[in-house]
């Protein structure tokens, strides 16, 4: 990238014809900044945004650009509203639950701008429609929660010759960037300059699995659909080549810059990303082929009298919440050190299980290397077997 610190790009969207005398009124704090102003506000009238999931990072993105006065808003969300997300997805209230995602988050929207054009992609992303769908919008947030959509997202968006704004959360922590292959000036650099591959499977949990304060959610969207204003209106100095990173509990943001790695490969096509990220690692799949149990099978052993050891690899702090009667916890940082192996008995058939079954998996890659052959592990963890076996479970 160019050692020039200050980046300034040109709008990204060509003003609107009019505003009428409705928008005057509404947006009338936007007009007398003299950076906005009436074009500024005619860009966003004119600008179409997609936005990836209207989870976490997508509620809070959704309604402020919305409010903003971003005319045409893309969704692409295939999920229904679960009781667990209304402890950060503002967009969604308590008679959502159960109600597409998607159609809650076009009625919140509504209800704060009906001035708003909104587009709802029911679907989930994939490789065969992503770049043709990107293609129909200005600008893509990417507020996801998986490695899989992520390298998706911006390999299409490359493709489409697209703009992204990119977050990311947990727990206490958060990031933000914007990627842009094609900007201006040699400017251009994308996801893959940053984090060229995805983490080992397992190495990073998903927020279903380690957690998210669910105000962090406000700040990082918030910085997400600053950036998304500032590209279309051309005002400020945009994320482009640089990484800001949160720290909620010390209140910090610093940002770090992100240079073109020529070593990059060129984006010409779109690849398997669930492949390409791994869920699981080869060893796990490998340890998992034929030692899986599912929950009605593992009922039928434990209800045999089979001697099973049945281990709970989650983090305390799940155990608290919920664990099948008779498990053991011994979380799955304890194996990885090796101080696990010896606590397990040798005279029972280990069980492993964890929340979906991923993390359990690679437990049992390692168990079985350390010689325990018949070890086995629970198919979709504890959520498949509270769903099949104990629906009145709590569920986290």
Not at 301 to 326: F, T, Y
Not at 377 to 387: E, F, N, S
Request: glycine fraction near 8%.
């Amino acid at each position: 990238m160019s050692a020039n610190l200050d980046v300034s790009l040109p709008p990204l969207v060509e003003p609107a014809a009019e505003l009428t005398r409705e928008e005057v009124t509404r947006y009338s704090r936007h007009l007398i900044i003299p950076d906005v102003g009436v074009i500024g506000q005619k860009r966003l009238k004119n600008a179409k945004v997609l936005v990836i999931g209207a989870g976490g990072l997508g509620s809070p993105t959704l309604l402020y650009l919305a409010a903003a006065g971003v005319g045409t808003i893309g969704i692409v969300e295939f999920d229904v509203v679960d009781e667990s997300n209304l402890q950060r997805q503002i967009i969604h209230g308590q008679s959502d639950i159960g109600k597409s995602k998607a159609q809650s988050a076009k009625e919140s929207i509504l209800e704060i701008n009906p001035l708003v054009q909104v587009n709802l992609h029911e679907f989930r992303l994939e490789p065969d429609n992503a770049v043709e769908l990107f293609s129909q919008y200005d600008l893509i947030l990417d507020g996801t929660d998986n490695f899989a959509t992520r390298y998706l997202v911006n390999d299409a968006a490359v493709l489409a010759g697209k703009p992204y704004v990119w977050g990311s959360i947990y727990r206490f922590e958060g990031q933000v960037s914007v990627f842009w292959e094609d900007a201006p000036d040699g400017l251009g650099l994308n996801y893959r300059d940053l984090y060229p591959e995805p983490p080992p499977p397992g190495m990073v949990p998903s927020c279903a699995e380690g957690g998210v304060l669910g105000i962090l959610c406000a700040s990082i969207a918030s910085v997400m659909g600053t950036e998304a204003i500032k590209l279309i209106t051309g005002i400020g100095e945009p994320l482009l080549g640089r990484l800001m990173v949160y720290d909620a509990l010390e209140m910090s943001y610093r940002t770090i810059r992100i240079r073109k790695d020529p070593s990059t490969p060129k984006i010409t096509e779109l690849i398997d990303y669930e492949a390409f990220c791994g869920v699981v690692s080869d060893e796990a799949a490998a340890a998992a082929a034929d030692s899986t149990v599912t929950p009605l099978e593992l009922k039928e052993l434990i209800d045999s009298g089979k001697p099973l050891a049945l281990i709970d690899v989650r983090e305390p702090v799940e155990w608290d919440i919920n664990h099948i009667e008779g498990a053991e916890l011994i979380p799955k940082p304890t194996f990885e050190s090796g101080d696990a192996l010896a606590k397990l008995p040798v005279d029972r058939t280990p069980v492993l299980y964890c929340k979906t079954g991923i993390r359990s998996a690679e437990v049992l890659a390692i168990v079985k290397k350390a010689g325990f052959s018949d070890a086995m592990h629970l198919q979709g963890g504890i959520v498949a077997w509270a769903k099949q076996l104990e629906p009145d479970m709590v569920m986290y």
